[in-house]
């Protein structure tokens, strides 16, 4: 069975800092991304940061403040978010994209979700 359990949300003042991170368990074949998204109140979930085919991408909205990580050895990304202000207060998802087995299809992988407070 595979799960992505989550980490490092909680309530940090603005310009502070907070590490997420998630990490895959159960048998899995091959990752092909890993990444995160979030969603504030009465907004759309939207990509925050993703690593895929070897390269890193970010939302305008973070890049410079965000970066993503990944450790293959323990199929786990994170995300080390400095200079927070409040409009990064969302509920962070990480997202996997996985291969369980060889010639199967990959499949979307959703971890539950953090809470990032950010206070003015």
């Known amino acids: 069975q595979v799960q992505l359990v989550e980490s490092g949300g909680g309530l940090v003042q603005a310009g502070g800092s907070l590490r997420l991170s998630c990490s895959a368990s159960?048998?899995?074949?091959?990752?092909?991304?890993m990444g995160w998204y979030r969603q504030a109140p009465g907004k759309q979930r939207e990509l925050v940061a993703i690593i895929s085919g070897g390269r890193r991408n970010y939302a305008d909205s973070v890049k410079g403040r965000f970066t993503i990580s990944r450790d293959s050895a323990k199929n786990t990304v994170y995300l080390q978010m400095n200079s927070l202000k409040p409009e990064d207060t969302a509920v962070y998802y990480c997202?996997?994209?996985?291969?369980?087995?060889?010639?199967?299809?990959?499949?979307?992988?959703w971890g539950q979700g953090t809470q990032v407070t950010v206070s003015s």
């Open positions: 159960g048998r899995i074949f091959d990752i092909k991304s």
């Open positions: 997202n996997a994209v996985l291969v369980l087995n060889y010639g199967s299809n990959d499949a979307n992988y």
